[in-house]
């Protein structure tokens, strides 16, 4: 298994400005992923970190909004660029190995916009 | 698309009781399916996954799940019921079309009385 440290673990913004959330393995990992859980809702997938490129977003999300880095195999961080209210939720890293293994979550970041 | 569905918002049982938290998936192809449980303020800790094999499934804490292809089914079941079960629980399939991403159902909250 994984340890995933993710920092902040919470946060509360202002409109308008952004927030860069950390996500740090302890092991190397080949699948790094963000997800997002609105209030009373379930995980919805932002995006795969690939290290060394550009990160493979779902569709509703976007790189100028959600940027993300992924400089080495243990590490990434994903920004919330120009926060709205519609931001505040649960933003969640996730390891995964082989397809057919579980994925390893961080504790969440939960952030809230004013 | 691959697909999974949590029938039930909302879980009561008594301390001692057994439990089922219900889960029905679609996918083309073989499943592979996990159970993750999200305590308050915390992130998503893996429970059980089925890949292949035995119908029955063993995890941690205790709990179980039975894969049954002919009804599309993946309950969680435990004996008995602790009031420390009391948390948000996710069902997850893998989408193989889709990249093997995971597909999480709405979640189910269990809620366990003493």
């Known amino acids: 298994s994984a340890v995933i440290s993710q920092k902040p673990s919470r946060d509360i913004c202002q409109r308008g400005t952004s927030l860069t959330i950390q996500c740090q393995v302890d092991s190397q990992v080949t699948m790094m992923f963000w997800y997002r859980q609105q209030p009373g809702q379930s995980l919805t997938l932002i995006a795969t970190a690939n290290q060394g490129s550009e990160a493979t977003y779902e569709s509703g999300f976007v790189i100028d909004k959600f940027p993300i880095s992924r400089p080495n195999l243990t590490f990434s961080t994903l920004t919330v660029s120009n926060m709205s209210p519609e931001d505040s939720s649960i933003y969640l890293c996730?390891?995964?190995?082989?397809?057919?293994?579980?994925?390893?979550f961080g504790q969440g970041t939960r952030l809230t916009v004013v | 698309a691959q697909s999974v569905a949590q029938p039930e918002d909302q879980v009561n049982v008594a301390e001692g009781n057994p439990l089922t938290v219900k889960c029905t998936y679609s996918v083309s192809g073989n499943p592979y399916l996990f159970w993750y449980v999200q305590y308050p303020n915390r992130g998503l800790q893996f429970l059980l996954k089925y890949i292949t094999g035995d119908n029955l499934v063993k995890g941690s804490y205790g709990f179980e799940a039975e894969f049954n292809k002919s009804q599309t089914s993946f309950h969680l079941k435990k004996p008995s019921a602790l009031v420390s079960d009391s948390a948000l629980y996710f069902c997850?399939?893998?989408?193989?079309?889709?990249?093997?991403?995971?597909?999480f159902g709405q979640g189910t909250e269990l809620s366990v009385k003493p």
């Open positions: 996730s390891v995964e190995g082989r397809i057919n293994t579980e994925a390893f």
């Open positions: 997850a399939v893998r989408d193989i079309g889709e990249g093997g991403k995971l597909i």
